[in-house]
């Protein structure tokens, strides 16, 4: 009828509209700063699912991956991207998408599910977000071989540390913090000043309190400089300790693989560092216990400038994931092209990258340590 060739015409050109006005966001997110950045807890397949408002262009991603986003395009869509090298902008599914997803799946499967089954996971869904919300740039924390404050752990540290300041010279930021974040939980930038007000006049809470506003402090440091941020903190030797936050931090375990070479090097520290073995013994045990996918990288080189240069890598890695070229045109399939693996990026972000001045680190663990021992005679 006639009536329904106008309907028809009329849907086709809403469509046609939103698609120009999508097409005009995407175009223009690339001169836009980053507004907030995620870690999702679901995976979502775009090319399944994408009834997004510009076909083609609904970003994919896997569960525990980061995504920026520049802005929200409508209730149920933002415009943002994987963080990942070649990742392309498009549109990402808002939790209020997740959740019309998440009805449509259970009207046309509640008729095949017990009722008792059904009320039960429906409970549990909504206990559970798709996203948490995490600092644009991930904080930097290293923790390995034992425990921090002990002459071994601080002088690997310093030298790995004294590196990174050279390499990325201009790109880095380090921020001292004395937050027993073990305390913590998980909590946006938004509940920890909350907690910082409420709190303030409190002993009880002070712990927290410092918690809450350095959380705070890392998400507008990252969002104010998008450099990269270490975070020097003594209170961290372990990854358990930072977990329970939504600081997502990129932790680097410095590892000694072999025992006695750690009891060798501690024990040639002098006396007042043998005294307290067996403690530096029990947290270097604890680290080994840890899974691999705990850590951004394990940095187990035999050679001190190997080590640096692999946490060099996988930081500019980073970087780059963080920082997409201008050049690189960001109105592709959002679906995201592979990124280079870590093996390929650690052999081919080429060594020459390294500064001409960088510093003349000695070459073996011993050696360091000797010579660092022998300049404080």
Partial sequence: SASDDSEGVE????????????????DRAKSKTIAFAVRANVGFNGSVDDDSPLPGYAV????????????????????GRVVKVGAGFG???????????KLQSSITSIKSIPRTTARRNSLMSKKSSPYDIVPIMRPIVLVGP?????????????ALLDYLKQKFAGRIAFMKVTA??????????????????????????????????????????????????????????????ISKTNLAPLIFYVKIDNVKVLQRLIKSRGKSQSKYMNAQLVAAEKLQLCNEDQFAAILNENLLREACEHLGDTLEEYWLACHPPSSVSRNQSANCSPARSRH???HNVSRHQTPKNSPKLPQR?????????SNKT
């Fill in 11 to 26: 849907a086709e050109s809403c469509r046609r509209e939103l698609e120009d006005r999508a097409r005009v966001s995407l």
């Fill in 365 to 373: 663990l011993h050696n360091f340590l000797s010579r660092s021992s």
């Fill in 60 to 79: 994919s991603f896997d569960s525990k991956s980061f995504l920026h986003v520049i802005e929200e395009f409508n209730e149920e869509w933002w415009i």
């Fill in 180 to 241: 027993d974040f073990s305390l913590a939980k998980k909590m946006t930038p938004q509940a920890a000043s909350k907690i910082a007000v409420m709190e303030k006049n409190s002993n009880k809470f002070s712990g927290l309190v410092e918690v809450s506003n350095t959380v705070k402090r890392v998400f507008e440091m990252a969002k104010n400089n998008m450099q990269l941020l270490v975070l020097e903190s003594d209170a961290i030797n372990h990854p358990s300790q």
């Fill in 91 to 101: 549109f990402v599914p808002s939790p209020i998408k997740f959740e019309n997803l």
């Fill in 344 to 346: 390929d990026t650690l």
């Fill in 146 to 158: 034992s425990l921090k404050q002990y002459e071994v752990t601080d002088m690997l540290h310093k």
